[in-house]
């Protein structure tokens, strides 16, 4: 089993900055991607963001050049900072990782609004 951790979501307005952190325990050994989706009301669950283990990462065209997702390995943390947050970007983010199956956290609410 893995577990998923989130924090640093809140309510933030337009044009500012949040930065989440997920840390990942449990039977952790041989993790490879690492991410967050988010998922806004009355909408299905999207990518946000991936990272391996070896630092390669692929982002939702929505979220280019805004989000940055980056990982620490000794410390099984997965992070995104977020830069420039539209409402649009209102959404429950969840951590995510692949270990013989999906592993998802518990959500954090990230809302953006003036």
């Known amino acids: 089993q893995v577990q998923l951790v989130e924090s640093g979501g809140g309510l933030v307005q337009p044009g500012g900055s949040l930065r989440l952190s997920c840390a990942a325990s449990?039977?952790?050994?041989?993790?490879?991607?690492m991410g967050w989706y988010r998922q806004a009301p009355g909408k299905q669950r999207e990518l946000v963001a991936h990272?391996?283990?070896?630092?390669?990462?692929n982002y939702a065209d929505s979220v280019k050049g805004r989000f940055t997702i980056s990982r620490d390995n000794a410390k099984n943390t997965v992070y995104l900072q977020m830069n420039s947050l539209k409402p649009d970007d209102t959404a429950v983010y969840f951590c995510?990782?692949?270990?013989?199956?999906?592993?998802w956290g518990q959500g954090t609410q990230v809302t953006v609004s003036s």
């Open positions: 449990g039977n952790i050994f041989g993790i490879n991607y």
């Open positions: 990272i391996s283990s070896g630092g390669n990462t």
């Open positions: 995510w990782t692949y270990r013989a199956r999906d592993y």
